[in-house]
Each structure stands twice: as C-alpha cells, then as structure tokens.
C-alpha cells in the first residue's frame, strides 16, 4: 500500500475500492425492532472473548455516576419506562375488566410503555344505547383518507393502517373480556420520553387548569402563561401537555365563562352587571334585523365619580378595537389625582352624526341630564355638530396635538418647513397672550412664508375658537388641551386586544381596566392621606396647599413655587386697589431660553390675582407669576377661592364607597372553596417541609382522602356551569352580533399585493363570512320584537333597546 506521507505520493495513482455489499434482511417480525435482553449464552461468550465481564466494568466506574447515562433513552422503538411507572403485561385473550373505564385505563398504560398512541375505534350499543362491544386499537390504524383537493400539497398523516388493536366484549357476568388481540404494529414505536407528545397520552390536570384560567382572567398572554407552567414543572419534559393543549383549554374556558361572544353574550353579561349592581345601565342600538349596531353601558362607581369630575370630560374614537372594527369610545374624565378616570364607554357601528347623537344622548340620560361644562375630542365634523345637538352649552375643543400631528402632512412640502415655519407657527400658537395678538401674529406668519391662499390653514383659522388656547383660557380644563387622557386609556388594551377579539372579550378586559384604575386611585388616595411631601421653601402659601390638596397637584403647585427664580417682578400701574405688574419668565425650550413677558392684575383690597398666563383658570393650579406678586405683598394665606374642592384629599366622595361591577367568577363557591384549600396547604407545607416525616404522613393522608373524592372533578363543575348558563340564554331573544364596520377616512391606496397576502386575505375574509353565518343563525326570526328583559325595566324603540336595573322597593310598579 502506498504511503499517504510520501512526498512522490498522488492519490489518483490509486483508486478507491468500495467494501464488498452486505444487504440487510429485516427482521420478519416488527417487534424484533425492539431492544431486547441478550441471551445468557451470548453474554457469556461476550465475557469470555473480551476476558472480564460487565460487573468488573462497573466496579471501574462506579465512582463516575454522573457520566453513565442509557444510550437506549431516547432511541425509536424502546419499551423502557421510567422507575417510577408500574409496568403492566402485553393484553391476552381472556382478560377481564369491570367495565370500560377500567378497559381503557389499561391499554393505554400498556400502549403509553410501548410507545404508541390509542384511539377507540369501534363501539356497538344494544337496544338500550349500553355498549356491549368495543375496540381499542392503535393511534395510527386506518388508512389515509386526503381531504384536500390539492393534491399538490398533501396533508401529513399519521394513519399507516396499523392492525394493532384489543377486541371486548360484555359477558353474560357483567364482565368485559378480550376476545381478539393484536399485539404487532406496522410502524416503529416512540421513545418513552417523546410518549407525552401522543394525544391520547397528553393529560391536563385540573392544577394547570386553574393556574392557566387564573392567568388568562388577569389579561397575562397565553405565551407567557404555558411557560410559568414550563418553569412550574422543571422543564417541558415534565409536562403532559404541550402549548396548543393549554390554548384550546382557554378557548373552551372562555366559551363557556363568556359565551360566543357576540350580541348575545354580550347583552347577557349586562343582565349579569345589572343583577350585582343597581346602578348599572346598559343600551344597546338594534336595526329592524335584531342586529347590534351600537353600544354604551357605565357602572355606579362611574356614575356616581361623574357628580365630581364631570366638569371636563375627553372624547375619542380612534381605537379599534374587535373582529367587527367597531371603534371604541371612552368617556374619560381627570380626578382629584390627576389621574384619569372611566366616565362610560360605548362601541360603535359607524362616526356619523347620527350614532353620535345617539351615545352622547344616551349618557347624558344615564348622568340625570347633567352635560358637561368642557369636552376635547379630535377634529371631526360628526362628533361637533353631534355636541352642538345634544350639548349646546358645552365648550367644545378640538385636540391639539392632533391638529399640529398633520403640520409635516399639510406643510411638509414647504421649503422652510424646517428652516423656520414650524417654530413661528408653535411660537404663534403658545406665546400668544391676547386675541389680538394672535391674529396680528398669524397675519403676519402667513404673508412671510407666503401662505395666504393655503385653504388648509384657512379652514384651521376659521375654527380657531375650538383649538387656539388664547381663545380656551378662560375655561377650565382641568390640565387637559388634548385627547391623551383617553389615549392613554386606550393604551391598556394593547397586547391584550386584536383583530379577532370578540365583543364579550374586550369588554372583560375593559373590567381589567377598570380594576386597575379603581386600585391606581385608591393608592394614590392612601399615600396622600399617609405620606406628606415636605415643602420647598418658607412660604406659607405652600404649607396652606401642603395640608388640603392631594400629593400629585402639591407637586404640581411645588414646580411653580421652584420657577420663582426665573422670575423678576416689578410694578407697572396702579388704579385705585387695583395694581398691574409685568414679570419676565424666563423659559427654557429645547435648549434655548426665552424670555416672555406676562401681566398680573392684583386686586388689594378683595386679594385676588389674575395671569394673563391663565395657568389657574385653565389647570386650577396658581402659576408662579401671580405667587410672584403674593410674594412680594406679603401674603400669608390665599383666599378659599384659589383652593379648588376638585384637588383636596380631605373631601369625602361617595362614589369611592360603590364597588365596581366587575365579572368576576371568584364569587363562585368552587372558587371560592379551591382557593381556601390551597392558601391552608401552602401554610401547612410552609411549615413541615423541612421534617421528611410529618411530609410523608401528610401526604398519606391526602392520597387516602383522595381515593374518596375521585369522581369530583373539575370538568363536572365546567359541565354544570354550561348547564346554568343555558337555562340563562333561553330567556328573551337573542341579539345577532353586528356586521363588519368599515372605518372612516380615505381607503388605502393601491399597490400591488404580494400572492402570498392575497392568500391571507382571502382566507381572513372567508373566516369572517363563516362567523358571520354562524352567528345569523342564532335567530330564528330576526324581524320579530326587541327582546324582553326579565329581570329590569326597558324602553323599546323601533332600533334601540335601553336596559336599567329595576330600584330596589320597584318591582311591583
């Protein structure tokens, strides 16, 4: 043979020879697949040849136990299973069984140490509908049966049509006995690790049931909720389940918890809402079909905060928010915190004129008639000529930021955008003191910049009372120039709330977010009360507000205490009691500083104080020009009327009394009962876990107990809640869902669309149709009357159903 090494040496001076071919013939019975023990003769002879025998072997190692490991683990077609398993006989005929359960319980013990899947595949029942023969057979029996037409694309299947299978029957005794029994698969069985991927072996039990219901009530995703499992059981071989298992869990969960989730559902969770609390109201709009158009409800809690907080009120509609595009519509109002604060809600069909007339009537009905003093919403026609309908004696205001949003749209194209118009025209809005020094600035913004004929700015010039804040200065509110506060609203919802989320499921998650505001204020009530924040400086102005307003807006009056420095005060006129003063401001912008000029009338003899800032008439909090002047008068204590009620902490507000309306099924016994169980073994475990002793008896005498228990189980308890929830649904017509809404605005431009997309969207639209279908069937007769509310007083309109709890002492009216 030539040396590989050898500098002459040229590799294809030799050719390659190929080993002579050895075919392999299969093992003529499937099972010899399966490892099996070696003969005593073979384990022998091994010993002899090789000259010392296994156990010497592991005397060697027995110091090294961590690297010994089962090289068969996780090999196809091994039949080991874990020492902790009782491993049951290979079935024969002849076998007998109590009944089918137990049938069952064993071929699938056999099946899950042999590494294969089971199905019931055959039952016969006699006259009476008692089965009396059965078969149980192989997960993978059958043939394949392709249901796709595209033949293309061929599905996978699992189906090898594999005879494996035990056939029973019902003896004379009672007794069910094997009568055939087929032992030999067709295909290679899995390992006993990958046995818990086979769906007759997965098992969710009724523990990661409740921690996966629990978690999908408190809006955690379903991604994150599966691996607090993971982490619970030490890894995922350690489940019996996998992730798909868990979501179909919370799909089956969610059904019967809300229902289907379309108008039904939701007007039966309205009946629930008015059951638990008297003031809840609800309305709901329907066409002459029966089919839910729109939809406004508020709880008592929100009822009753409106008699505080109602003065100033933000209005939007931008959020979409489910799989029928209906816009959700928040009324949100500021509290004493600064915090927003729910007022309502609605869902609507469509941004007309008329669907808004619609809801704004409905809430100023539901709030005793009393409208608003101010209302922000975005720029919209519908909303402000519905506002000027219902709301005539509302101050209405259009968002800013919304309207200065569109600048780089409408001026973008403007050659000094950026080198100059966007600063004059922030500068003209914000550092304007008067009416006339406005438009004396716009004026001259629009002939410098060569925008006289620009129909955009014209039409903004024309609704400059609705957005200009010179013109807004002498209303309250309440902090608020923009429509944020129900943005900010909407912000909640993100990540919980999609495409596909029905109606009942959005407005569950709006109960989350009631919750979380209702508990974010009542913290902010308890630090207020509890936690005072020491004052600034020796200005007894400031320990006269330290003591009456709550911590937020003492904050707020601090910044302006601390602005002191940038301000130089002096006097200009004085007219009888009346003194007018200038005070320069220097402001600090965008790293630049600015110095502006304000006016402060002071009125000695009633010790009153006006800005032509309009910080205390538009926010309720002094502005640290007029503290400049009381500063320098000397004032000890500011008249009451500079201390707004809307900002103390010490004033009692009935409506924090009202418990909110949630949906909360915590108030069922038997989760009510499982939590009690685990908070005492949690308490137990805490305090015998460090004895082995006092654990091994505890936990004998709960296997004993359990034995006792076996047939309580949690999917009866799911069943006859389903059962209650139907008697429940037969009452009164049901409500059909609504259709589709179609969003305003100009539609998408056209581009070209991806064949893949178009897929998508065809197969999004066919979804759509089938649930729409589904849910048309729900009514037998959808041109009959608006259904009738048993258990509250109802006014019936030809599109309108309103529905409000009947007051206690009323039901005989």
């Known amino acids: 043979m030539a040396n590989p090494f050898d500098e002459n040496f040229n590799p294809f001076d030799h050719p390659f020879e190929m080993p002579p071919y050895m075919p392999y013939t299969p093992p003529s019975n499937p099972e010899d697949l399966t490892r099996e023990a070696p003969p005593e003769s073979t384990a022998a002879e091994f010993e002899k040849n090789v000259g010392c025998s296994s156990r010497i072997i592991d005397e060697d190692v027995h110091d090294a136990d961590e690297m010994v490991f089962d090289i068969n683990e996780d090999l196809e077609g091994t039949t080991d299973v874990q020492e902790d398993e009782v491993r049951v006989d290979a079935p024969r005929s002849g076998m007998e069984f109590a009944n089918v359960k137990d049938l069952t319980a064993y071929y699938k013990h056999y099946a899950k140490q042999q590494g294969f899947g089971v199905r019931i595949q055959r039952t016969r029942r006699d006259d009476d509908g008692r089965p009396v023969y059965v078969t ?12 796709n037409s595209d033949m293309s694309k061929p599905r996978p299947t699992t189906r090898t049509d594999c005879k494996a299978r035990v056939n029973a029957t019902l003896s004379k005794t009672d007794k069910w006995v094997f009568t055939v029994v087929e032992n030999i698969h067709n ?87 008015r059951d638990k609390n008297d003031g809840f109201v609800s309305v709901m709009d329907v066409d002459d079909e029966g089919r839910l158009r729109n939809v406004f409800w508020a709880d008592a809690r929100s009822r009753a905060a409106y008699e ?91 968002c800013l930021w919304h309207i200065l949003r569109k600048l780089p749209e ?63 200065k002498g209303e309250f509110w309440a902090g608020m120039s923009t429509t944020q506060r129900s943005e900010s609203m909407n912000a909640f ?81 004085t007219e009888g009691s009346i003194l007018k003063y200038d005070v320069l401001d220097e402001i600090s912008t965008d790293e630049l500083i600015k110095t502006v000029n304000y006016s402060i009338y002071f009125n000695e003899k009633e010790v009153e104080v006006r800005c032509t800032c309009g910080l205390f008439e538009t926010r309720g909090i002094l502005c640290r020009h007029a503290l400049r002047v009381c500063q320098l008068k000397k004032i000890k204590e500011l008249p009451s009327v500079y201390v707004l009620n809307r900002w103390r902490k010490d004033v009692k ?55 006792t228990c076996e047939d309580s189980t949690v999917d009866s308890t799911l069943i006859r809640t389903k059962e209650k929830a139907d008697v429940v649904l037969d009452k009164g017509k049901k409500i059909l869902s609504p259709n589709v809404v179609r969003g305003k605005g100009r539609p998408p431009s056209k581009r070209r669309v991806p064949h893949v997309e178009k897929m998508a969207i065809k197969k999004s639209k066919w979804t759509c149709r089938k649930i729409l279908a589904n849910e048309t069937g729900l009514d037998d007769n959808p041109r009959s009357q608006h259904p009738q509310f048993s258990d509250g007083v109802y006014v019936g309109t030809q599109n309108s159903i309103i529905t409000q709890s009947t007051p206690p002492g009323d039901e005989n009216l």
């Open 136 to 147: 149980v057979g192989c997960a993978r029996g059958g043939k394949y049966q392709p249901k």
């Open 410 to 472: 409408k001026l973008g194209s403007h050659t000094m955008f950026n080198a100059g118009l966007k600063t004059d025209i922030q500068t003209t809005l914000y550092d304007s003191q008067t009416i006339p020094e406005f438009e004396e600035s716009w004026g001259e913004l629009l002939e410098k910049y060569n925008l006289v004929g620009n129909k955009w700015l014209q039409a903004l010039y024309e609704e400059r009372s609705f957005w200009v804040p010179v013109y807004l």
């Open 493 to 573: 919802f993100d990540g919980y709330v999609h495409s596909g989320t029905t109606l009942k499921e959005f407005v569950n998650q709006f109960d989350n977010a009631l919750r979380k505001k209702v508990e974010v204020e009542t913290l902010a009530d308890f630090k207020s009360i509890n936690q005072t924040i020491p004052c600034v400086s020796h200005f007894n102005i400031e320990k006269q507000f330290q003591s009456v307003y709550t911590n937020a807006k003492f904050k707020e009056l601090q910044r302006e205490l601390l602005g002191l420095m940038a301000c130089n005060c002096s006097l200009v006129s």
């Open 308 to 398: 505080y907080f109602g003065d100033v009120v933000t209005f939007d509609t931008t959020y979409l928010t489910n799989r029928y595009g209906m816009p959700f519509a928040p009324f949100v109002g500021v509290n004493h915190h600064g915090q927003s604060i729910l007022l309502g809600a609605g869902l609507l069909s469509s941004e007309d004129t008329t669907t808004f007339v619609w809801l704004f009537q409905m809430w100023l009905d539901c709030m005793n008639g009393r409208a608003p003093c101010s209302i922000i919403t975005d720029q919209d026609r519908a909303m402000k000529s519905a506002i000027a309908i219902v709301f005539p004696n509302t101050r209405h205001r259009f």
């Open 653 to 707: 507000r009935r409506y924090t009394l009202l418990r909110s309306s949630y949906d909360d099924h915590g108030d069922r016994e038997d989760s009510r009962n499982y939590e009690l169980v685990v908070k005492r073994c949690l308490k137990l475990a805490t305090k015998i876990a460090s004895n082995s002793e006092k654990v091994h008896a505890f936990l004998s005498v709960v296997d004993d107990f359990e034995k």
């Open 187 to 273: 295909h290679v069985t899995v390992s006993p690790k990958k046995t818990r991927l086979l769906q007759s072996h997965k098992v969710l039990d009724e523990y990661s049931q409740r921690v996966l219901d629990l978690n999908d009530r408190a809006g955690i995703r379903m991604n994150k909720n599966f691996f607090s499992l993971v982490v619970d059981a030490g890894g995922y071989e350690n489940l019996q389940f996998q992730e798909k298992d868990c979501r179909n869990y919370i799909d089956k969960a969610r059904h019967l918890r809300l229902g289907k989730g379309g108008g039904d559902a939701l007007n039966q969770y309205f009946k629930r809402m």
